[in-house]
């Protein structure tokens, strides 16, 4: 069965870390692009980035730029979405999803990463 | 950077209505364009790719068409279990962005 296993919730305090994750299976990893998109609650879809795990290169959205880091370990099929300093407005459901190489549609979506942010 | 602006966002509709959602892109994306579903608490489902084209597994009652700026979706007989927020994509080039959001609820 071709899937996204995002890891689990995270409750973090402002100004900590975080690393969250998004593991393949059912598919050739390296021969998708993942991407990473941002839900806020009760607020619609943000594209925030992908990146190729054949060869780690990404794209950000502007939004997202600086802010965030996405990166891959093709040898375990998982993708990376990391924070180096977690704000309030950080607060979000996090999804990770495949993109076709056909016509770049998000084509498989991990059930999603909610994170918590509070001091 | 790509604007997408999905119209209305939100609408009430009775079970076997026709529905109508559009979607305009501020510049020309070709047919770069999918729909996806989303239920409440779950991931969006992708529903169709291409603007046209639909997703294996996704009901034919859903039907996309248009090109370069002005898409359209459409629900040929509304079910109870369509209601939920429907998403365009453009996926011409990055930022990959996304409409706003087209809720569609009971009447």
């Known amino acids: 069965e071709v899937q996204l296993v995002q890891s689990g919730a995270e409750v973090k305090k402002p100004g900590e870390s975080l690393r969250i994750s998004c593991k393949g299976s059912g598919f050739s990893f390296s021969s998708y692009w993942i991407n990473w998109v941002r839900q806020k609650p009760g607020k619609g879809l943000e594209w925030m980035g992908r990146?190729?795990?054949?060869?780690?290169?990404?794209n950000y959205s502007p939004s997202f730029q600086g802010h965030v880091t996405i990166s891959v370990d093709k040898s375990i099929s998982t993708a990376y979405l990391q924070w180096s300093s977690l704000k309030a407005s950080d607060i979000a459901m996090y999804y990770c999803?495949?993109?076709?190489?056909?016509?770049?549609?998000?084509?498989?979506w991990g059930k999603g990463t909610t994170v918590i942010v509070s001091s | 950077d790509i604007q997408m602006t999905q119209s209305p966002s939100s609408l009430s509709a009775s079970i076997g209505d026709r529905v109508t959602i559009t979607c305009r892109a501020s510049q020309n994306i070709i047919t770069f364009l999918n729909w996806y579903q989303q239920k409440p608490g779950r991931a969006p489902n992708l529903l169709i790719y291409a603007a046209s084209s639909l997703q294996s597994g996704v009901p034919s009652r859903f039907s996309g068409s248009g090109s370069e700026t002005d898409f359209t979706l459409t629900i040929s007989s509304l079910q109870p279990e369509d209601f939920a927020t429907y998403y365009c994509?453009?996926?011409?080039?990055?930022?990959?962005?996304f409409g706003g959001g087209t809720k569609v609820e009971i009447k």
């Open positions: 994509q453009q996926s011409y080039s990055p930022p990959l962005s």
């Open positions: 999803a495949r993109e076709s190489p056909h016509r770049y549609q998000l084509d498989v």
């Open positions: 990146i190729d795990p054949s060869d780690s290169n990404t």
